[in-house]
Structures are given as C-alpha cells and as structure tokens.
C-alpha cells in the first residue's frame, strides 16, 4: 500500500547561500502529498529574511531563539511533521526531482521503518578522493542523515534523534540502528539521488572529525546485536585495527601517498599532513579515551 504523504525536514544554521540553493530543489519535487519543514536552528545571518520571501503552502518553517544542534533541529521537524513518513535531508545538499518519490517506494511494505539513499559528492556519477568521498554514499550503503527516510511510527516507538550521539556526528546512524534493534527492516534505494554541495575543507574540521570515531565503543555496548549492521569499523575487537599500520609505517607511507594525492588533483597540502599522520594519532586517542570511560563506568556500576 502506498504512503499517503510525505514530510521533509532540513534544518539550517547561518547558512543562507545553501538553502537558497535546497530549498527550490525540495519545493519541485514530484511528489504529493508533501510538506517542507525548514528549521532555522537560531541562524543570526539573513536565513530568516530569505525564508520568509518564499510564498508556498507546503513550506512550513520553525524558528528556533538560539542554536540548539541538529538533533534537536530535526527531533522539531518530526514533532510537526503532518505525514506517516518523514525524510531528511540537509541544506547543503540539493535533492533530484523524483528524490522523495524512489524514497517513498520502499514503505509500500509495512516492515520497512528507514529507507536510505545515494549521495554524491558536486555531480551525480562522480567519485571523489579524500576528504571529498567522505560525504558521500554511493549505492545508499550508509544511513546518512542528508538522505534518509523514517515512517514515523519509528520515532512513536524509538524515539527520536540522540543529542548525545550528535556530539559524534553519528546521530544519524545510532537512529537507525536502533530501528533496526526495535524490529524495522531498512531498504537501500541508489535510485533516490541527492547531490552534495562543494565543501569547504579545514585541517582543524579534519581534525576534530577523529573525534567521531569515539563513537563506537558506545554502539558496541549498547547495541551489541545489530551495532554491525551497516558496517563497522571494528575487526578483532579492535576499532580501526588499520591504523596501527599507518601509525607505525608512516615514515615510508606519507611520500607514497602524497605523490598519489597530488597526482588525484590534490590542492591543500595543509590538509594532506592534517591527516597523514595527524589524523590517526588523535583518532586512536579518541577511542581509548572513550573506551576507557566507558570501562570505568562498568567498573563503577560492577562495584555498587
């Protein structure tokens, strides 16, 4: 049985040159029923003057007084949301026209809870290199935030995005994992498109990215079941066991590397050595860190 409508949600934060380009995108989809819900999350530039001269009956925009982060920005959305399925995307991407279409084929089956989608990374086909190919998605393997979809009996059951797992960057895989977990089954849908815009790239962006590699000594205790079911960085029960290698080789590494950056088009080399090997040690740091609190809050909770 088809779904009988479907919310957007994108949530925006000082970044008007985005949206405009987002929003036209979102509001020519094909699909109807269907309402977009921008969440202003406390934006100090012109977003809101922008949003406002957009005369629409499906736009709907919620303001929020200060910046609150994008779980929050997007736990908003689905409060509001007025249909049984409720898409995300990010206002940095721009969405193809049959986008909320192929999302909304899988949820014909009762079982399917998430649906994810492609993304590429400037134009559809292309694939990037580091640190572009880290916004991307080909072939809808991951659940990324900028193109998925929930029915919203998820969030009814589950709950909504975690703030606490936002702090990793990977709130949107702790939700869907734990749809997963609750009994949804997920489906894959290359065929919803959605186009990431350039970004801009910083050593101190990459940088404080390995932080986000914390984040799985947590899904591992939490969801010890299902923690791998999109993947998983853990082998041998060591996170990221590569990196022991690239740590130890790197003397001999980073020439050869960097020959192959530069040969790929390579144009910051302050972001080149930002991860060769600055990006490892500290991600290595990161999840001992975590692991090691993680421990000690077992041991606490053992001993009481």
Avoid at 279 to 303: G, K, M, N, P, T
Wanted: glycine share 6%; hydrophobic share 45%.
């Amino acid at each position: 049985m088809a779904v009988s409508g479907c919310t957007v949600v994108v949530a925006t934060y000082n970044r008007q040159s985005l949206i405009e380009w987002c929003l036209p995108a979102l509001l020519s989809q094909r699909y109807v029923p269907l309402e977009v819900i921008v969440v202003d999350d406390g934006s100090r530039d012109r977003t809101a003057v922008y949003l406002r001269t957009i005369s629409d009956s499906r736009l709907r925009v919620i303001t929020h007084s200060e910046n609150r982060g994008l779980s929050v920005a997007r736990n908003s959305g689905i409060a509001a949301a007025r249909y049984p399925v409720i898409a995300f995307t990010d206002d940095d991407c721009i969405t193809e026209p049959d986008w909320i279409t192929q999302l909304c084929k899988p949820f014909a089956d009762a079982r399917v809870g998430l649906v994810m989608g492609q993304v590429f990374y400037v134009a559809r086909g292309g694939r990037r290199h580091f640190p572009e190919r880290v916004v991307q998605n080909i072939g809808a393997q991951w659940p990324k935030g900028c193109n998925m979809a929930y029915r919203r009996e998820v969030f009814s059951r589950v709950g909504n995005f975690s703030n606490t797992y936002y702090r990793y960057q990977n709130e949107d895989t702790e939700m869907a994992i734990r749809a997963v977990a609750a009994g949804f089954a997920f489906r894959r849908v290359p065929e919803a498109v959605v186009i990431h815009q350039a970004a801009r790239w910083t050593p101190r962006a990459l940088l404080s990215s390995a932080h986000n590699a914390a984040v799985w000594p947590l899904l591992k205790r939490q969801f010890p079941r299902h923690y791998q079911t999109f993947g998983s960085p853990i082998r041998w029960g060591v996170v990221y066991p590569n990196d022991y290698l690239l740590i130890f080789l790197w003397p001999i590494l980073v020439p050869l590397v960097l020959c192959r950056y530069l040969w790929h088009g390579g144009r910051d080399l302050k972001i080149f050595f930002a991860k060769w090997p600055a990006y490892f040690f500290l991600r290595r740091f990161h999840i001992y860190r975590a692991a090691i609190r993680r421990q000690a809050v077992d041991d606490e909770v053992s001993a009481r």
